[in-house]
Nanobody, 120 residues
Framework: QVQLVESGGGLVQPGGSLRLSCAAS????????MRWARQAPGKQRELVAG???????SYADSVKGRFTISRDNAKNTVYLQMNSLTPEDTAVYFC??????????????WGQGTQVTVSS
């Protein structure tokens, strides 16, 4: 079994910062891509950022220059540093990861989500 557990969400004022963490645990052989996605009320889930096991990153246009994704491969953990937050960033943030367990092909696992609320 594999689990992804997010932490670090909360309430922050506009212009503030938060750092999210997501730790993977369980029967993990290797982790390929790790990602952050978010879902605001009444909207579809959208991909925010991704990072490969070699460190290549990608971002949604809406967060470029404000959010930074990083990972610690030794800890099977991915981070999302969020700066200059706006109310439009309010959402439940989910991490997911493509993980090799005992099967030859990676499986995508999701965390349970952490709420981020940007409000004055």
């Amino acid at each position: 079994q594999v689990q992804l557990v997010e932490s670090g969400g909360g309430l922050v004022q506009p212009g503030g910062s938060l750092r999210l963490s997501c730790a993977a645990s369980g029967s993990i052989f290797s982790i390929y891509v790790m990602r952050w996605a978010r879902q605001a009320p009444g909207k579809q889930r959208e991909l925010v950022a991704g990072i490969t096991n070699s460190g290549s990153t990608s971002y949604a246009d809406s967060v470029k220059g404000r959010f930074t994704i990083s990972r610690d491969n030794a800890k099977n953990t991915v981070y999302l540093q969020m700066n200059s937050l706006t109310p439009e960033d309010t959402a439940v943030y989910f991490c997911n990861a493509d993980i090799i367990t005992g099967l030859p092909s990676p499986i995508t696992y999701w965390g349970q989500g952490t709420q981020v609320t940007v409000s004055s």
